[in-house]
């Protein structure tokens, strides 16, 4: 997927998120979706990464062009990618955009970190 299908694919994604409580980030190469703190969506050059929860794991992994995510070899579980086949359409997007908000909008909110203090490290 280029940048720019990248970009539009944020921008349909970001139209069908309701604004409760949602921060967009650059993370894990891309542009991660939180609601609440929580990991909902991220959407890469690779395609989409949806935080469906375990409950939700078989029904998504029986969609097309879905598949178990392991981005470091080992299955996240409860998470799911997406290939940018199978969210080409404003209907497939939302349908998994909804499936990923079933689940982490049950989530209990999920605190920020503080951000580790650079004090100590030599400067350069």
């Given at each position: 997927m280029s940048d720019l299908m990248e970009t539009v694919l944020v921008e349909r994604t970001r139209a069908m998120i309701p604004?409760?409580?949602?921060?967009?980030?650059?993370?894990?190469?891309?542009?991660c979706f939180m609601v609440n703190g929580n990991m909902l969506l991220c959407i890469s050059r690779r395609g989409l990464m949806a935080r469906v929860g375990k409950e939700q794991e078989a029904e998504a992994l029986a969609k097309p062009y879905a598949s178990q995510c392991r981005p470091t070899g080992?299955?996240?579980?409860?998470?799911?990618?997406?290939?940018?086949?199978?969210?080409?359409?404003?209907?497939?997007?939302?349908?998994?955009?909804?499936?990923?908000?079933?689940?982490?909008?049950?989530?209990?909110?999920?605190?920020s970190r503080p951000?580790?203090?650079?004090?100590?490290?030599?400067?350069?």
């Amino acid at each position: 997927m280029s940048d720019l299908m990248e970009t539009v694919l944020v921008e349909r994604t970001r139209a069908m998120i309701p604004d409760e409580n949602v921060e967009q980030k650059r993370m894990f190469g891309g542009t991660c979706f939180m609601v609440n703190g929580n990991m909902l969506l991220c959407i890469s050059r690779r395609g989409l990464m949806a935080r469906v929860g375990k409950e939700q794991e078989a029904e998504a992994l029986a969609k097309p062009y879905a598949s178990q995510c392991r981005p470091t070899g080992r299955p996240m579980p409860g998470f799911i990618r997406i290939e940018p086949e199978g969210i080409d359409s404003d209907e497939l997007l939302r349908n998994w955009v909804e499936m990923a908000r079933t689940y982490v909008c049950a989530l209990p909110p999920n605190a920020s970190r503080p951000k580790k203090s650079r004090a100590g490290k030599p400067t350069r």
